[in-house]
């Protein structure tokens, strides 16, 4: 049973349309993540949320909207891409209460390629 | 501003021989510590983690890091690489201040394993 799951894993789009990627965690954690690495491998951090609260929002284009229903879902929805879109976006999972940050839990990564 | 630094974007070792992937971390407070891989088309796993108790922390698959404070170093080893250690590795520091805490990320370090 897959503790970070997130769909699709590949995405292949045109320049402008909306699309969205969903993740979901069964571990219990009160925290999610989304991370985008882009192709020389840097990782950087776009969201955070905490028990359905936005804890991190780093400097990101408002055409990517984060949500979170609940604690084990987060979803990211992005509208009109753009090639500089195009990188692997990983959901991760923590437990920040009880105080385990960094010990991130991360979904196998979703690939999106904008044309 | 807090900072981590990997020093080699690129290691090569051979088969059977050790591993030395390093790291600097620069800290006004007290760090945590961690070292994640990733493996070709893989999400990012935690390999160990350094959160003041013991300074040399064993992981998983046979990796260890020091914590030296004089030195603000966290290098990750290994005695004997294998092939299935070709992956990439990211140091990562995070802050014993405040609730809200930020991981801080390395650029990462590509690992190859010659036979």
């Known amino acids: 049973d897959t503790a970070v799951s997130q769909t699709p894993k590949y995405l292949v789009t045109q320049m402008g349309n909306d699309k969205s990627i969903k993740c979901e965690q069964n571990l219990g954690h009160d925290t999610m993540y989304w991370y985008k690495q882009d192709s020389k491998k840097f990782l950087k951090i776009m969201f955070s949320?905490?028990?359905?609260?936005?804890?991190i929002n780093e400097t990101v284009p408002n055409r990517f909207s984060p949500k979170s229903p609940d604690k084990a879902h987060l979803n990211l929805h992005i509208n009109s891409l753009e090639l500089g879109d195009s990188a692997v976006y990983f959901c991760?999972?923590?437990?920040?209460?009880?105080?385990?940050?960094?010990?991130?839990?991360f979904g196998e990564g979703s690939r999106l390629t904008v044309l | 501003a807090q900072s981590v630094t990997q020093l080699d974007s690129h290691v090569s070792v051979s088969e059977g021989t050790p591993v030395l992937l390093r790291c600097n971390y620069s800290s006004s407070y007290s760090p945590s510590l961690f070292w994640y891989v990733q493996h070709p088309n893989k999400g990012l796993q935690l390999l160990l983690k350094y959160t003041s108790a013991a300074t040399l922390v064993k992981g998983i698959n046979g990796f260890e890091a020091e914590f030296k404070k004089s030195e603000t170093s966290f290098h990750l080893t290994k005695p004997s690489a294998h092939m299935s250690d070709a992956a990439e590795y990211f140091c990562v520091v995070t802050y014993n201040a405040g609730n809200n805490r930020k991981l801080i990320w390395g650029l990462g370090t590509s690992l190859a394993v010659n036979p």
């Open positions: 991760a999972s923590s437990q920040l209460a009880g105080g385990r940050p960094g010990e991130l839990f």
């Open positions: 949320y905490n028990n359905k609260e936005l804890i």
